[in-house]
T-cell receptor, first 110, second 113 residues
Framework: SQQGEEDPQALSIQEGENATMNCSYK?????LQWYRQNSGRGLVHLILIRSNEREKHSGRLRVTLDTSKKSSSLLITASRAADTASYFCATDGGSYIPTFGRGTSLIVHP | EAQVTQNPRYLITVTGKKLTVTCSQN?????MSWYRQDPGLGLRQIYYSMNVEVTDKGDVPEGYKVSRKEKRNFPLILESPSPNQTSLYFCASRSGERRNEQFFGPGTRLTVL
């Protein structure tokens, strides 16, 4: 089954800095979604970008999608300590249920 | 409040003792799925269901069963749990539109001794 792979596995930054994490996938997709997970809790949907879109914004989040490279990036601007969490990309290709990568663990130091 | 609920939230059991983790959603969603999350492996899909009485295997279905007799419920059954099924389990649901987000339950932390 296809799966998104996030990079880096872990990221540690200072409050106020920008955080960028990337996702690569293997086969063509209908859409790609980013989720956030606070430690030990369920995932919360952040943003969805369709295969015909190249960039999308939501508050301090900016997502890009490059279907030719089969990759996406999530940028969190002006990070806050409360952004500390794991971030997952999920791809929705031929199946009806998205499949997830292993996630990027983000730590934002106050 | 729209939500996905799971019970129990925490469970410690012994090898071979059958257990069921319940999942219920109040959003009238067609699609439901179960994932397990393990360190270094991310979320892996166990089973999914596209509607009542329609279920299919995900990536790691061995040792698990599911049923979808009602639209709102999607229980996960471990007939004979083993220690390698110790994990954090999540149920999720989504409406019929494929571009829609999944809503996740709070998770069930299972330990099999």
């Amino acid at each position: 089954s296809q799966q998104g792979e996030e990079d880096p596995q872990a990221l540690s930054i200072q409050e106020g800095e920008n955080a960028t994490m990337n996702c690569s996938y293997k086969t063509s997709i209908n859409n790609l979604q980013w989720y956030r997970q606070n430690s030990g809790r369920g995932l919360v949907h952040l943003i969805l970008i369709r295969s015909n879109e190249r960039e999308k914004h939501s508050g301090r989040l900016r997502v890009t999608l490059d279907t030719s490279k089969k990759s996406s990036s999530l940028l969190i601007t002006a990070s806050r300590a409360a952004d500390t969490a794991s971030y997952f990309c999920a791809t929705d290709g031929g199946s009806y249920i998205p499949t997830f990568g292993r996630g990027t663990s983000l730590i934002v130091h106050p | 409040e729209a939500q996905v609920t799971q019970n129990p939230r925490y469970l410690i059991t012994v090898t071979g003792k059958k257990l069921t983790v319940t999942c219920s959603q109040n959003m009238n969603h067609e699609y439901m799925s179960w994932y397990r999350q393990d360190p270094g492996l991310g979320l892996r899909q166990i089973y999914y269901s596209m509607n009542v009485e329609v279920t299919d295997k995900g990536d790691v279905p061995e040792g698990y069963k599911v049923s979808r007799k009602e639209k709102r419920n999607f229980p996960l059954i471990l007939e004979s749990p083993s220690p390698n099924q110790t994990s954090l389990y999540f149920c999720a649901s989504r409406s019929g539109e494929r571009r829609n987000e999944q809503f996740f339950g709070p998770g069930t932390r299972l330990t099999v001794l």
